[in-house]
Structure formats: C-alpha cells, structure tokens
C-alpha cells in the first residue's frame, strides 16, 4: 500500500496561473480532506469529501476548487484557478476511513510558492 | 471563537521526560489528537483522547480532562529523533478538527 500520494512535491507558479494539485489514496477511505499549513500557524482545512461525487467548504475555501469524481472516489483534486502570493503554502491531503473521529492518514505535502 | 493554545517551542535533554500541554476552547468536544510532525514531513498520528484520564502508549501518553479543557503529551526517556512538532487537534461539536499551531521540541544530547 502506498497510503496517501500527492503531486506534485514542488511547484513556483506566477501570480495568476492555474494549477492543480492531485491527491491519492489506496486506502478505500471515504473521507478525503485538503489543509494548507503556514509558519506559526496550525492546519487549516480548504475544503473536504465525505463520499465520492460529494464535496464542502472548510475554514479556508477561497480562491480554491476541489473535486472528487465518483468513477475515481481514491483520487481528490485541489484546484488554483488565479494563483496569488498569499496562496504560497505546503499542502497537505489526509483521507479517513469513515468517521470524523477517525485517525488521519496524510500524504507527504505539496510546497507551493507563488512569485 | 474556537482556540486552541500550546507552546511554540520547548527543549528538552535527551533521556528525560517532557510535557507538552495544550488547552482548548471549542464550540463542543469529540475528541482530542496528538499528532507528530518532522521538519518537512507530514503529522503522523499519536494518539486520541475522548475521555477523561491517561493513555499510555509506550514511551508516549497524554492525559485528557474536559472540564478544565486541557491535555498533555508525556514523552519518557528521550530520543533525538522525538525532535519534531507535536500538534494538538480538538474534534468539536461539528466533528471538524481544529488545529493548534503546534510545539516545537528541540533534543539536547
């Protein structure tokens, strides 16, 4: 098992560009989740998919778009649709088995800088 | 508003026993993690509380009381490679994590 998988590990965009970063999983975990982690800050939630075809807003959803297509429920994608500075981060992908109250399983984190 | 408070960095002498507290204030409570985290690696999962009292786990365990909205990790007998952050994290009423911004433990030899 692989566990939780992320692409790209590093990324520069430029304010304004598009990206998007793709989260994996071979864990059958219903719930996936999307956090950006900042210096001096704690784990912020972007958005979450609690089933595959199913997604919600987190803490810190703007300027984001995700999606969890549901002919590929193992995969969760994070979308920068006008990148900004602000936006520079690593993030991070976790998924769950079921519960909210299970444990997280994180992928190994995206280091994105926006210039 | 929801909070969570912990301390920003600690150190601490290789062999001895550190805590690492960490109080919270959240709209609800379903549950407390203690998670760990490596300089440019992701939080790995050390433990959870939902009742009151202490959980032993090896070398590690963290101790929970609601009433006062407070939690400690106890780490024993100390290894450099325990030099990492060790985050909190509550699960309050609406079963969403909210975060601390973690501890930082730096090991002396």
């Known amino acids: 098992n692989a566990g939780v998988t992320q692409t790209p590990k590093f990324r520069v965009l430029k304010t304004g560009q598009s990206m998007t970063l793709l989260c994996a999983q071979d864990?059958?975990?219903?719930?996936m989740y999307w956090y950006r982690q900042d210096p001096g800050m704690g784990l912020r939630l972007i958005h979450y998919s609690v089933g595959e075809g199913t997604t919600a807003k987190g803490e810190v959803p703007d300027g984001y778009n995700v999606s969890r297509l549901k002919k590929k429920k193992q995969n969760f994608l994070l979308g920068l649709e006008s990148a900004a500075p602000s936006q520079t981060s690593v993030y991070f992908c976790?998924?769950?088995?079921?519960?909210?109250?299970?444990?997280?399983?994180f992928g190994p984190g995206t280091r994105l800088t926006v210039l | 508003g929801q909070n969570i408070d912990q301390p920003t960095e600690m150190t601490a002498t290789e062999g001895a026993i550190v805590q690492i507290n960490c109080t919270y204030q959240t709209s609800g409570f379903n549950g407390l993690f203690w998670y760990q985290q490596h300089a440019g690696e992701a939080p790995t999962f050390l433990s959870y509380n939902v009742l009151d009292g202490l959980e032993e786990k090896g070398r590690f365990s963290s101790f929970l009381s609601r009433s006062k909205g407070y939690s400690y990790l106890l780490l024993k007998e100390l290894q450099m490679k325990d030099s990492a952050s060790y985050l909190c994290?509550?699960?309050?009423?609406?079963?969403?994590?909210?975060w601390g911004a973690g501890t930082k433990l730096i090991i002396k030899p």
């Open positions: 976790a998924s769950t088995p079921g519960a909210e109250s299970d444990t997280q399983y």
């Open positions: 994290a509550v699960l309050d009423s609406n079963y969403q994590l909210i």
């Open positions: 864990m059958n975990h219903e719930y």
